[in-house]
């Protein structure tokens, strides 16, 4: 086996450990979600309402933030194994579009977080 | 059950077609005297593949009305349908001639993924005391009895898109030697193992659990195989 077939399976074996790691986190956190959902929207919809729930609220800003990192860490990992299999991409190419896409979800997620949460 | 059966028989190599032979039928025949008794009585130039005739050495597998399949202990009974068969060499694998694969790439790949024991004792020291019911005993137990027919690697979705991926029966046979507590290359096999060439391309279908004549799970060995191959490789150990 060369160096860079090793370097390559170590880098893919790590990708698996993550996206696993990450999945674990996202059922937790999209049981959660949906949980909340459920019991928010009970006194109706209305921004103001969900406003005054989220604003200066750092619980909620730390559980969505984390379920963002999660997305962050999952999606880009299983983006590249698609376009590794379905397209005839480079490892390479494949692997800075999908972690592109990472840090554009990121970057969205977070944003909506403080958007929601900064008074 | 009707008198005889219609049996279409791939002929030719990649390119070939199906030929069709009448067979008569019989009680609790197989589909491996089907093949037989078209290359005594019919066709005497069609090649097959057999030896023991008894679910012990993994040769005689084939396409039989379009899963892979070990033929001498498949009854005719429970896969024609309406008297109908139709025999073909294992997929993913090349053709030689009509029934008969070329098996080299399939057992280059057990050899690939460390697939054979290596021991540090020799005939003049005691014998290793191995408990049966330890933990990696008995996951080395469960797929030990692979006869490496080829049914699973035949049946792989992920070998039909991926021909470097090691493939069930190679995988399965390094979990058991991962398992294997007096084996000693262990860091080669988990290298040889990890990435998607190795295991970690697996989708868990489970086609090679539900086809295994022998009842085999290579999935769960291969799930087995990612855990800890991407442990090592997180700690800094593969």
Redesign the interface.
Known sequence: ?TES??S???????R???Q?ISAMVLAICALIHLAGMIWAVRGGLSAAEILGRTQGNWGFASFYALFVLACAIHVPIGLH?VL??WTALSEQTSLRLSRLFGLFLLFFGLRAVFAVVAP | MSKNLQVKVWRGKEAGDFVSYEVPRHESQTVLDVVTHIQRHLEPSLAYRFACRVGMCGSCAMTVNGQARWTCRTHVAKVASNDQLEIAPLSHLPVIKDLVTDMREFFDKWHRAQGYFQGSRSRHDEFAAVKPDSAERRAANAGIECIGCGVCYASCDVVSWRPDYLGPAALNRSWTLINDVRDTQQQDRMRAVAGDAGCHSCHTTGSCTERCPKHISPTAAIAGLKRVTARAAVRGKL
């Not at chain 1, 390559?8 to 790590?14: D, E, N, S, T």
């Open positions: 086996m077939t090793l390559l399976a170590i880098a893919q074996a790590r698996w450990y993550w696993r194994n590794t299999e």
